[in-house]
């Protein structure tokens, strides 16, 4: 093992660090470098994204440390995508003073989420979370002239450390009993005997850290905050790249590392282990998100509780387990990410306009700008889950793979609980399309005006949102094909 | 071939969205003419033979991973559904020709339901027929949250509510299908031995979810606020055709994949399918608005079909296919006179102020049209609905004798509240008139303005009108015409005793 293949398979990492230092180093040596600072972020991604493409197809470091396969390869495209997406938003919201320290921050982000995603050992998962989680609580209180940033972000940063020690203290349980942090070798020392209490333990602390990490209820309590208080092109990180990562590690770690003690989550056939923890977290998410949310008023707050509610659907392919039920969470997360950047950008757009965005604000966004109406309304339809949009494609392949996990449905009351949610959902979905084509804008009355690169981008996210419906074939053949 | 009526469908609702205003209704006609045109040349093209089966038209794979195909196919069913489908659709243009709020949108909007109907009435996947089936809905929303009046915000949430609650109902029972069988491909499931154990609970949840929007009592409650709340092409579409696609839903899929469930399961039916004619034809009897009529009786019509497909013998259920011809052809003809014929002209439905208003005389041809939709809707020999009715009831005979004669006490109902309806709006009599003469002025002070100038009939509300009546009659005077299509498709499948 020489540096030099080190650097090699870590050269997307190497890369994204340079272009955080570069842009720091720019934002911090002029004024007003907004443009330059954004160009050069988005060209250190898409190069990134050049190298991920040109790695081994395999490959495996310091006992997984850091992994290479088809799987990593593909998420890391993922995140460093959102995050060229998320560049591009927080171009556009000029609130944000300093551009080069958000850029590099979010830049460091997007690094801890190629660790993670491409990692296949607890220490090395927990310093990318950590890396994530200290980014992110900075991008979250970035604007200074707002208390609610402020508040956001302590609140994410004390509820994220919380679940960080958890996590720790789980791990550290995890490699007690078991003698390794790498995930396959877990896996091979927990089939080997009995669960003993205290691996038990472990196993819980680590699954309630990375319950919190994805907003999962009741661990959901700062998501609320964060998504309506925090700039939006942070939110929507928040809701989008972190969120993939999230599960992509998540399911990694259980299906891997704890897959002998799977358990099950059948109805009167429950046996203990972590699938019937990820499925009471999954049915109690589905249900408090959803129903909170339809008491909102708020366009972010009502997206971070259907977030919650969103948490949990995808959750159901983890708790059927298998390759299929993997691949149908990546695939739903990676669409329901892609998703909701677009939606972020719409309320971006709208909040600069009009101030704020509270309901009223969309009031009759359709006459205003028939593009942003268009665009965040088959964002919304697709996350409500309507034909022939990728959210309806996602929930399918999702709940029949589910249905199809347990014998004899027994998964069948976490399927029609998730339905019934979805029914639920389409109530304040619905809603918020109304605010937009029925009702009469209060006050202003003026087209909402909205510069080249949002309109490219959210055309470009609304178009990947409907051809990812109709074509799904594409994606789902490339996850499936990546898992082992 | 005809599965290009989906085709141009969906790409004159694209059209009318992009188009220029002046020329968005233009469009629409021609593509609603379009596709009327390619059914009604399919239904005298296609051999009377082929269409026993359900064969297939086009079949590209999808998804093939999930087993997902891009599958139409077409047999008797399919194709009269597609035809009063087309009838509906260029009616519904034809009688929106003045519509000037927001008109592009609005098209496009009603092209989109269109389109999806005919995808729904011509998949032959169970995934493509839930695409289908689920796209239809949410454009209804806008179509009355939008452009509609009376409550219209309340009734199109509580409608797209319950459509969904059925949608999520259906799901269910279609990955049920699915995971068991493993297949999506309908011919395929339709040879499958369902386990009888699936077969109990799986049938009902999935007959249900369907019956959701065919207006199955007591989960009809949708129907009257959303005719209500709708605008008239919004009501004649729904009433027309979406109801249809629930009716239709629950014979091809629900009732053909798992038919032991049906025969256990087909008793109550028969008895929600009872309640639900007798019920709603109750209500429609106390309505003072002429659209509630209208909404109700449609919900008792529907029980007709129902009940048709509840007795599982061929000439029930080809009754019952019939029917859901002939009432989305009566329905959009009430409709029409109700919504647009009288209310954009004395801006009332109200039956008391209607009656005083002596209309038979100031709109000679709106009397004509609804005399005419009436004694269609009654069940008057020689319209579509006695053949309908009829046929529906000969097969009930054999299965539920005791629901035929309660159906008949129905049938006396119905009548009484469509003579009520058409008597109170178009006859009123003269002594009314003079008592309610200050009634007129609390209603709208336009009418009293300008009520010795009532704007005529317009033509396309004649055309639109005229094509309608002559649906009706033509197959009521011909029943063979169809009944010859159904009635093989309907002996093909497999739940018939």
Known sequence: MSYLELLKLASPEGIVVVTALVVLAIGLTTERASASCSAIAALGLAIAIGAVLMLPPKATLFGGMLAITPLTSLFKIICLGLALFTVFLAHSDRASRNPGEYLAMLLLATIGLMLLVGSEELLMIFIGLELLGLSLYVMTAFDKTDVRSAEAGLKYFLFGSTASAFTLFGISFIYGMSGTTGLSAIGQKLSSGPVQPLLAVGIVMTLIGFAFKIAAAPFHLWAPDAYQGAPVPSAAFIASGSKVASFVVLGKIVLVGFAPVHGSADWHAMVAGWSPVLAALAASSILVGNLVALAQTNVRRLLAYSAVAHAGYTLLGLVAGGREGFSATLFYTTIYAVTLVGAFGVVALVRRQTGGDDFRNFAGLASRSPLLAGCMSIFILSLAGIPPLAGFFGKFYLFGVTLGAGGNHGLLWLVALALFGSLISLYYYLIVLKVIFVDEAATQTSPVKVDLLSRISLSVLALLVLLLGIAPEAVVTRIIASLP | ?497
């Open chain 2, 1 to 497: 071939m005809i599965a290009w009526t989906i085709y141009i469908t969906f790409a004159g609702a694209l059209g009318v969205l992009l188009s220029p205003r002046a020329f968005s209704r233009c469009l629409a006609f021609l593509t609603t003419v379009a596709g009327f045109a390619i059914s009604l040349f399919a239904l005298f093209q296609t051999p009377v033979g082929y269409l026993a089966r359900f064969n297939t038209i086009v079949r590209v794979p999808w998804v093939p991973m999930l087993g997902m195909n891009y599958h139409l196919a077409v047999d008797g069913i399919s194709l009269t559904m597609v035809l009063v489908t087309g009838i509906v659709a260029v009616s519904t243009v034809l009688f929106s020709w003045d519509i000037e709020h927001r008109q592009n949108e609005f098209f496009f909007w009603l092209l989109l339901v269109v389109a999806g109907s005919y995808g729904v009435f011509l998949s032959a996947d169970l995934f493509l027929l839930f695409v289908f089936y689920e796209l239809v809905i949410v454009p209804k929303y806008f179509l009355i949250a939008i452009f509609g009046s009376t409550n219209k915000e309340y009734g199109a949430m509580k409608l797209t509510l319950y459509s969904f609650f059925g949608g999520a109902l259906v799901f269910i029972g279609i990955l049920a299908a699915y995971v068991t069988a493993g297949s999506l491909d309908l011919n395929q499931l339709a040879q499958f031995q369902f386990p009888p154990q699936l077969q109990l609970w799986a049938f009902p949840v999935l007959f249900l979810g369907f019956a959701v929007l065919a207006g199955v009592w007591p989960l009809h409650t949708w129907a009257p606020t959303g005719h209500v709340a709708a605008p008239t092409a919004g009501s004649m579409l729904l009433a027309g055709i979406v109801m249809k696609l629930g009716a239709y839903g629950g014979l091809r899929v629900a009732m053909n994949l798992f038919p032991q469930g049906f025969h256990t399961w087909s008793n109550w039916i028969a008895v929600l399918a009872v309640i639900g004619i007798l019920y709603a034809a109750a209500v429609a009897l106390r309505q003072s608005d002429l659209k509630f009529v209208i909404g109700y009786s449609s919900v008792s019509h529907m029980g007709f079909v129902l009940l048709g497909l509840a007795t599982a013998n061929a000439l029930g259920v080809s009754g019952a296919v019939l029917q859901m011809f002939s009432h989305g052809v009566i329905a959009a003809l009430l409709f029409a006179v109700a919504g647009r014929m009288l209310y954009r002209r004395t801006h009332t439905r109200q039956l008391d102020a209607l009656s005083g208003m002596n209309l038979g005389r100031a709109l000679p041809f709106a009397a004509f049209t609804f005399v005419i939709a009436s004694a269609a809707s009654m069940g008057i020999p020689g319209f579509s609905g006695f053949a309908a009715e009829i046929t529906i009831l000969i097969g009930a005979w054999k299965a539920f004798p005791i629901a035929v004669w309660i159906t008949g006490a129905g049938m006396v109902l119905v009548a009484a509240f469509t003579l009520r309806a058409l008597k109170k709006s178009f006859f009123g009599d003269t002594i009314a008139s003079v008592r309610l003469q200050e009634c007129r002025v609390q209603v709208d002070s336009d009418w009293n303005e300008q009520s010795n100038s009532t704007p005529p009939i317009t033509a396309p509300e004649k055309l639109g009108a005229c094509l309608l009546m002559f649906a009706t009659l033509a197959v009521g005077l011909y029943p063979k015409l169809l009944l010859d299509r159904i009635m093989p498709a309907v002996e093909a499948m497999r739940f018939l005793k």
